[in-house]
């Protein structure tokens, strides 16, 4: 728990919350009954305080479960139903990559959110919708300093872009030392949040990160992304 809310302003609210119950006991202890019998009133509802406050965390927590754990359990409709016969269209990765080279070479900044499970609905629908066919051209278009869709993130579902010019959450984590910008605290702060796949190209450097997980690859070469794609959107044989 406690590295799950390091580094976030939830670690104060803890703080607080812990100083108050040692304060309650305190009055316990010496036997202020008005006091005490305020803040017990407080106390009785600390559940649903820590619900409401901490519910942030509480979905990071679950979504480490899921994606630790959960994640290499075959279930599918198609287990359950093996009458059905129904492919997924697979997500282009090569023409992803291909984007991605041109956008570091030249040094144009890119937020590529690719989906896994998570229909990231709520996030499209900030953004523009488009349901274009996943082409490299297409990505570099989107990104091109000029372009009035450039600032925001791409949505890419299957072999579908989306949408683009969309906000994703941004991470409370302290990213400074990295020298990260704010692409990169929203790529974590999806990841942190669902399990997407986000690729991050610097506008400074052309460096390329790679977000998922709650977890990122910084300065990746087009082999080390490559594979890492592979590994997450491949079926394993």
């Keep these: ?3 799950l809310i390091k580094g976030t302003a939830a670690i104060k609210i803890f ?4 100083f108050l119950y040692l304060i309650w006991l305190l009055v316990q202890a010496l036997d202020m009954k008005l006091i005490s019998s305020i803040l017990g009133h407080v106390m009785g509802v600390g559940v649903i305080a820590l619900l409401i406050v901490f519910q942030q965390e509480i979905r990071k927590f679950f979504m480490l479960i899921s ?3 959960l994640s290499n359990l075959d279930f599918s409709i198609a287990r359950i139903f093996p009458f059905i016969k129904y492919e997924d269209p697979d997500v282009k990765l090569n023409e992803i990559i291909k984007a991605c ?3 570091s070479k030249e040094n144009t900044g890119a ?3 690719v989906c896994r499970e998570s229909e990231l609905i709520t996030i499209i629908d900030t953004g523009e ?3 274009g066919e ?3 051209r297409l990505i570099s278009n989107i990104f091109f300093k000029n372009s009035p869709l450039h600032d925001g993130a791409v949505i890419i579902k299957k072999d579908k872009i989306v949408a683009a010019a969309c906000i994703l959450p941004v991470s409370e984590h302290d990213m400074r030392s990295e020298n990260f910008g704010l692409r990169h605290r929203a790529a974590l702060g999806i990841t942190e949040q669902t399990d997407a796949v986000v690729i991050v190209v610097s506008e400074e450097s052309g460096e ?3 977000f998922y997980d709650s977890g990122y690859q910084k300065d990746l070469s087009i082999v080390q992304l490559t594979k890492q794609l592979e590994s997450l959107f491949l079926p394993k044989k």
Aim: charged share 5%.
């Design 15 to 18: 703080t607080g919350i812990a």
């Design 208 to 210: 390329i990160s790679l």
């Design 129 to 131: 919708q488009i349901y």
């Design 67 to 69: 994606n630790k754990y």
């Design 1 to 3: 728990m406690y590295f």
């Design 111 to 113: 937020l590529i959110t």
């Design 134 to 136: 996943t082409s490299s």
């Design 101 to 103: 080279i041109n956008l």
